[in-house]
């Protein structure tokens, strides 16, 4: 069985900085396809940022410029570097992992943006 764990959500104030890591268990992580979604209250779903087995990356426009997606295939984990935090950003932050033979969700972390 494939799990995905994500941490580092918590509150920051308009401004601030947060880093969310995913960490990935089974499967092979570095075939894996790794994105962030969001969804905020009221909210669709809505996709934040992927990264490909090669690094390319690709980010919605409303986080491009603050926000950067990494992994590090050694240590099994995807991270979501956010600057330049506003309100809009507040929502639950979720990991996808997705192969070719699977498509596995983390639970997702809250992320607080306010004063």
């Known amino acids: 069985q494939v799990q995905v764990v994500e941490s580092g959500g918590g509150l920051v104030q308009p401004g601030g900085s947060l880093r969310l890591s995913c960490a990935v268990s089974g499967g092979i992580f570095s075939r894996n396809m790794m994105g962030w979604y969001r969804q905020a209250p009221g909210k669709q779903r809505e996709l934040v940022a992927t990264?490909?087995?090669?690094?390319?990356?690709n980010y919605a426009d409303s986080v491009k410029g603050r926000f950067t997606i990494s992994r590090d295939n050694a240590k099994n984990t995807a991270y979501l570097q956010m600057s330049s935090l506003k309100p809009d950003d507040t929502a639950v932050y979720c990991c996808n992992a997705r192969s070719l033979l699977r498509d596995s969700w983390g639970q997702g972390t809250q992320v607080t943006v306010s004063s």
């Open positions: 990264i490909t087995r090669d690094g390319s990356t």
